[in-house]
């Protein structure tokens, strides 16, 4: 699973912002690493150098394996809430999609790849 890391200009993308997002990242979605080919990220600053309570924004999109992408975003008051939000998300969205191909009992649905 590739993970890239994308900032506008108030949101500074230094080397370790870009390991600690690829280290979270990894370890939440760990059960999903066989499906996900690539998760991109990009943190931007809505209110750009005014400040404001939540005007950080994590979008996150995950590209699956012969799937459309999926896209979650989460706006939070600090660039690591946001981060943490988005991830919540991505995983619920991820263990929907995929959970799809499997029926209750755990055999393939109709509707599997």
């Known amino acids: 699973m590739?993970?890239?890391?994308?900032?506008?200009?108030?949101?500074q993308g230094s080397d370790a912002m870009i390991a600690w997002t690829q280290r979270e990242l990894g370890e939440r979605l760990a059960r999903h690493r066989d499906q996900v080919t690539r998760?991109?990220?990009?943190?931007?600053?809505l209110n750009g150098g005014r400040?404001?309570?939540a005007d950080k924004?994590?979008?996150l999109e995950a590209r699956l394996a012969?799937?459309?992408?999926?896209a979650v975003s989460h706006?939070?008051?600090?660039?690591?809430?946001?981060?943490?939000?988005?991830?919540?998300?991505?995983?619920r969205a991820l263990d929907t999609t995929l959970g799809r191909e499997r029926d209750a009992r755990g055999r393939e649905s109709i509707r599997g790849a």
């Open 75 to 91: 706006v939070a008051g600090k660039v690591a809430d946001a981060v943490h939000g988005a991830c919540d998300k991505l995983v």
């Open 39 to 45: 998760v991109e990220v990009h943190l931007s600053d």
């Open 51 to 53: 400040g404001g309570e």
């Open 2 to 11: 590739q993970i890239q890391l994308n900032t506008d200009t108030s949101v």
């Open 66 to 70: 012969g799937r459309p992408p999926v």
């Open 57 to 59: 924004r994590c979008l």
